[in-house]
């Protein structure tokens, strides 16, 4: 059974950071692309980044890029988001998403193409 389990949010200033993790079992980890989602109040599900299993690539949405950081430990089977400078409107609950490998490659922006989740954490940013 697949797990995949957030922490690290909670609340800071605008301007602060925030390091969330996401650690993953059931499956080989190694071979999941691993990406961020976040959805605020009101709001659809959005990507925010991914990490791809095969060659590392990383992608990020225009509004994070600059600001927050994909990666992975495979030894750890966990994947982090260090999310810097942040603004009042990263406020939203992150959820941590895995892809294996079968699933193929691209369109790595839809929620619809990760078949895992986890269950969420908090981040609120104040101003």
């Known amino acids: 059974q697949v797990q995949l389990v957030e922490s690290g949010g909670g609340l800071v200033q605008a301007g602060g950071s925030l390091r969330l993790s996401c650690a993953f079992s059931g499956r080989t980890f190694s071979t999941q692309s691993m990406a961020w989602f976040r959805q605020a109040p009101g709001k659809e599900r959005e990507f925010v980044a991914v990490?791809?299993?095969?060659?590392?690539?990383?992608y990020y949405a225009d509004s994070v890029k600059g600001r927050f950081i994909i990666s992975r430990d495979n030894a750890k089977n966990t994947v982090y988001l260090q999310m810097n400078a942040l603004k009042p409107e990263d406020t939203a609950l992150y959820y941590c998403?895995?892809?294996?490998?079968?699933?193929?490659?691209?369109?790595?922006?839809?929620?619809?193409?990760?078949?895992?989740w986890g269950q969420g954490t908090q981040v609120t940013v104040s101003s």
């Open positions: 998403a895995a892809r294996p490998s079968a699933y193929g490659t691209g369109n790595y922006y839809a929620r619809t193409a990760y078949p895992y």
């Open positions: 990490k791809v299993w095969s060659d590392g690539s990383t």
